[in-house]
C-alpha cells in the first residue's frame, strides 16, 4: 500500500519567513494530493490539494509543487504568521482510493 | 465547505461494552468514507476504508470483528468498536468524499475512554 513519509516533523520560523514541509510516496499510481492544517482539539482543514496532471498550484501564501518522477511533493507558506501556527499533514490517494496521511508537521510561528 | 459530523465527541465506556460512532455528510453524498485513529501528537492512522454498500476495507493489523464499520447509505457510516478494552482509548475522527480525487471532509472527531 501507500507510504507517505513527511519532513520535519517539527518546525519552527519567525513571522514573516517562509515554511517548507516535504513528503514522499510510494505508489507512482497516486494522483490526489492534498494538504490538511490541523489546529489543537480541532478537525483536519483542507487547505490546498494538487492532481498529478499540474505541477504546482498557488493560493495566495500557499503553494504546493509535485514531482511526480521523483514521487515527492512540498508545501509552502510565504509571509508566515502566528496564525499559521498548527499540525499540517500531507497525505495522497493511492491506487485503491485510500487516503493515507503523513506523520505531520508541528509549525511554530515566533512572532 | 461541505459538513460532516460526527456524534458522539465525547464517550466513556466500561471496558467490554460496545460503543457506536457516528459518521454523517450533511450536505453532500459520501461515496467513500474513511475511518481514522489519531493518538496524542501523530498522525492519522488509517482504519478502514468504507464505500456505501460494499464491505469496508481493513488497513493491516485493524481487527475488523472488533471494529464493526457500516456504510449502509450515502450520508451515514458507523464504526462500532466491540467488547472494548482500556486500550481502545484513542481519539476516532471520521472523513467523508464524494468522488476518488476530491477534497476529503472530516467530523469533528470522538474522544474514546475506556474504563
Redesign the interface.
Known amino acids: 500500500g501507500e507510504n507517505v513519509e513527511q519532513h520535519p516533523s517539527t518546525l519552527s520560523v519567525q513571522e514573516g519567513d517562509s515554511a517548507v514541509i516535504k513528503c514522499t510516496y510510494s505508489d507512482s499510481a497516486s494522483n490526489y494530493f492534498p494538504w490538511y492544517k490541523q489546529e489543537l482539539g480541532k478537525r483536519p482543514q483542507l487547505i490546498i490539494d494538487i492532481r498529478s496532471n499540474v505541477g504546482e498550484k498557488k493560493d495566495q501564501r500557499i503553494a504546493v509543487t509535485l514531482n511526480k518522477t521523483a514521487k515527492h511533493f512540498s508545501l509552502h507558506i510565504t509571509e508566515t504568521q502566528p496564525e499559521d501556527s498548527a499540525v499540517y499533514f500531507c497525505a495522497a490517494t493511492d491506487s485503491w482510493g485510500k487516503l493515507q496521511f503523513g506523520a505531520g508537521t508541528q509549525v511554530v510561528v515566533t512572532p | ?1 461541505a459538513v460532516v459530523s460526527q456524534h458522539p465527541s465525547r464517550v466513556i465506556c466500561k471496558s467490554g461494552t460496545s460503543v457506536k460512532i457516528e459518521c454523517r455528510s450533511l450536505d453532500f453524498q459520501a461515496t ?1 468514507m ?1 475511518w ?1 485513529r489519531q493518538f496524542p ?4 492512522m ?1 482504519m478502514a ?1 468504507s464505500n456505501e454498500g460494499s464491505k469496508a ?1 481493513y ?2 493489523g485493524v481487527e475488523k470483528d472488533k471494529f464493526l464499520i457500516n456504510h449502509a447509505s450515502l450520508t451515514l457510516s458507523t464504526l462500532t468498536v466491540t467488547s472494548a478494552h482500556p486500550e481502545d482509548s484513542s481519539f476516532y ?1 471520521c ?1 467523508a ?1 464524494a468522488g ?2 476530491t ?7 470522538t474522544r474514546l475512554t475506556v474504563v
Not at chain 2, 41 to 44: D, E, G, N, R
Not at chain 2, 103 to 108: K, P
Open positions: 465547505g467513500t474513511f481514522y501528537k501523530q498522525s492519522l488509517l476504508t476495507t488497513e493491516q475522527i472523513s468524499r476518488r480525487n477534497e476529503a471532509f472530516f467530523g469533528q472527531g
